[in-house]
Nanobody, 124 residues
């Protein structure tokens, strides 16, 4: 079956950085657009970043532009999200998701598979 497993979350001080990883199995990884979402405490899940099948194109939520970077290594079936210049408001559970259909989608309902999430806490 399809599995997406995130890792790399943790506690970081404001201004710090983290790199999240998402290892996929059970699917043809390079046939899927990969997305990253987050869910802050008490809030709805929101789009953060996406990357196309080859990794050549990325797109970001306004809150992520200039601070977060999406990447992927299709040979390793792994997607990455580099978080930089982190702020307390970036505190959330971060999820990776796979979309078989189209590039550029930002709604959670458009994604087919989800990981279990990894907690990122930004606090001094």
């Amino acid at each position: 079956q399809v599995q997406l497993v995130e890792s790399g979350g943790g506690l970081v001080r404001p201004g710090g950085s983290l790199t999240l990883s998402c290892v996929a199995s059970g699917l043809t990884f390079d046939s899927f657009v990969m997305g990253w979402f987050r869910q802050p405490p008490g809030q709805e899940r929101e789009f953060v970043a996406g990357i196309n099948w080859s990794g050549a194109y990325t797109y970001y939520a306004d809150s992520a532009k200039g601070r977060f970077t999406a990447a992927r290594d299709n040979a390793k079936n792994t997607a990455y999200l580099r978080l930089s210049r982190l702020k307390p408001e970036d505190t959330a559970v971060y999820y990776c998701a796979a979309d078989r259909a189209a590039y550029g989608e930002v709604s959670p309902k458009d994604y087919d598979y989800w990981g279990q999430g990894t907690q990122v806490t930004v606090s001094s």
